[in-house]
């Protein structure tokens, strides 16, 4: 893993977050999907908190949390494709 784990920490939660699930969340205000929305929220969520996990050296949580945002930003891409 990369030594410098601020930086990598902050890639993740502003990258992943804002702007891939930024996305997600707003199309799912678009076409009025409102689980989709919940789904985006929640993957944003773990996003963000799987930043904080690189912090306090949590590298088992840090990986449940990024495949909890990237589960969660599957099942609102599949909402939102059916």
């Not at 929305?37 to 949580?61: E, K, M, S």
Request: no cysteine.
């Amino acid at each position: 893993m990369n030594e410098n784990y601020d930086a990598f920490a902050v890639a993740i939660s502003t990258i992943f977050g804002a702007v891939i699930i930024g996305g997600l969340m707003a199309a799912a205000i678009a076409f009025g999907e409102r689980d989709a929305f919940f789904f985006a929220l929640g993957a944003a969520t773990a996003a963000w908190v799987a930043g904080y996990a690189i912090f306090f050296d949590r590298p088992r949580t840090f990986m449940v949390l990024v495949a909890l945002a990237m589960l969660m930003s599957i099942g609102a891409t599949i909402i939102l494709a059916f």
